[in-house]
């Protein structure tokens, strides 16, 4: 009964290479995110998806490229792999603003490597 | 200067030792506050929001400055799974959204 899921939960693959992430979670939230958590530990939101619609692009390279086909359901897109784009990719999602509950529920990350 | 700036530690601290983690953010528009846990090679969770009244919950309390811009964590009677890596986490997010920045965390070492 996992929440938020992704798959794969590692991936290894050559630069240049077009990879994807799926992301689905069983929550009814309305809101999905991706974060990348790099070598450092540090986390950054990348985009955020509310009922499909773009909300948030944080000045991501456009070699990356959301996809929500419904509310459900966000998927990550990256094409012409990086060394750089090594990295854990974790979906979220969180409920509707006006609720109580700012939480957002993480998966459990995709562990992203370019060799 | 980051947005959330914390101590990255390592806090090594013994059984039962009362710890004290503390952070501070740039943006006065900001609306909401955490503190998450992340185990390693795990992903966040939520592990209590952080109120300007301050909050409690168990052997954690949260506490808001918004003057200051600070805000701070306090563990008393540290168990050995208290040992993670804690995340201040402030949302700056306008009407309709949430944008949370996190802080690149303090990780918490609970020894024997």
């Known amino acids: 009964d996992t929440a938020v899921s992704q798959t794969p939960k590692y991936l290894v693959t050559q630069m240049g290479n077009d990879k994807s992430i799926k992301c689905e979670q069983n929550?009814?939230?309305?809101?999905m995110y991706w974060y990348k958590q790099d070598s450092k530990k540090f986390l950054k939101i990348m985009f955020s998806?509310?009922?499909?619609?773009?909300?948030i692009n944080e000045t991501v390279p456009n070699r990356f490229s959301p996809k929500s086909p419904d509310k459900a359901h966000l998927n990550l897109h990256i094409n012409s792999l990086e060394l750089g784009d090594s990295a854990v990719y974790f979906c979220a999602s969180s409920p509707p603003r006006h609720t109580t509950s700012y939480e957002q529920y993480f998966g459990p990350g995709t562990r992203l490597t370019v060799t | 200067r980051k947005e959330v700036e914390q101590d990255p530690g390592p806090f090594n601290v013994p059984e039962g030792a009362t710890v004290a983690f503390n952070c501070t953010y740039s943006?006065?528009?900001?609306?909401?506050f955490f503190w998450y846990r992340q185990d390693c090679r795990k992903e966040p969770k939520l592990l209590m929001s952080v109120y300007s009244s301050g909050n409690e919950d168990g052997r954690f309390t949260a506490q808001l400055n918004r003057a200051s811009q600070y805000i701070s964590l306090l563990i008393r009677d540290s168990k050995l799974s208290d040992s993670a890596t804690y995340l201040c986490?402030?949302?700056?997010?306008?009407?309709?959204?949430?944008?949370?920045?996190f802080g690149t965390g303090t990780r918490l070492q609970v020894f024997p």
């Open positions: 929550l009814g939230h309305d809101t």
């Open positions: 986490v402030v949302n700056i997010g306008a009407y309709n959204t949430d944008k949370l920045i």
């Open positions: 998806y509310n009922n499909k619609e773009l909300i």
């Open positions: 943006n006065s528009a900001s609306q909401s």
